[in-house]
């Protein structure tokens, strides 16, 4: 396990196109196109019956999320569910509080323009997607954007989104259950937080 699979799949596609073939079975797609074409429903079908490779390991709480989830019904009514917090009213509400961020953003870019430095815009893009999601799930920042270092959570959330399996394997310590319990368990506890009604203090 090398985990150079990507880079050579990407090879493949500067030399071959947007569409490569990686299998008898399997093919590659790199145009933004083909995610509506293949997984989106159109007309009211239904969704494209996803593989068992796509499906991962079983939730410790036994519920898929709605990216897994295999039932039509129940990917239904998860859409159902999200759709609200995705409306135009909704995302609107939220200017200010995902404003503060790119702002905090900008500002980390001209201190790095101001000194002359180069910057990984992919990293403080996903710093940024970081704060920003942890905001509106758990009423609280990771607090990427402010730390001066990069941050242990962010650093692991990259590392584990990039690289699954060698994150897996540098918790040697952690089987994969007891690291989705862990990450389930901080889950409830924070969305609880959150959802909780503030305190009235006299």
């Known amino acids: 396990m090398r985990g150079t699979l990507p880079h050579k ?3 493949l596609h500067t030399r071959y196109g947007s569409v490569v073939r990686t299998g008898p ?3 590659s797609y790199i145009d933004e196109a083909a995610w509506e074409d293949i997984h989106g429903k159109h007309n009211g079908g239904k969704q494209l019956a996803k593989a068992d490779e796509f499906m991962p390991t079983k939730p410790p709480n036994g519920a898929q999320g709605l990216v897994f989830v295999r039932d039509d019904a129940d990917h239904g009514r998860l859409r159902r569910n999200f759709s609200h917090g995705f409306s135009d009213k909704a995302l609107r509400g939220q200017e ?3 404003g503060k961020y790119f702002d905090a953003l900008t500002w980390r870019v001209g201190e790095a323009c101001k000194a002359k430095k180069p910057l990984d815009m992919t990293k403080w893009y996903q710093l940024t997607t970081f704060d920003i999601v942890g905001d509106l799930t758990f009423g609280e920042s990771f607090n990427c954007l402010q730390d001066d270092h990069e941050l242990h959570v962010s650093n692991s ?3 584990c989104s990039a ?4 994150a897996l394997l540098t ?3 952690h089987s994969a259950t007891e690291m989705g319990q862990e990450s389930l368990l901080h889950c409830q506890v924070s969305v ?7 305190l009235d203090v006299d």
């Open 171 to 173: 918790r040697r310590n």
């Open 25 to 27: 079975n399997e093919l």
């Open 157 to 159: 959330l990259m590392n």
């Open 192 to 198: 609880h937080t959150r959802l909780s009604p503030p």
């Open 9 to 11: 799949i990407q090879d």
């Open 163 to 166: 690289h699954p399996h060698e």
């Open 96 to 98: 200010n509080l995902i």
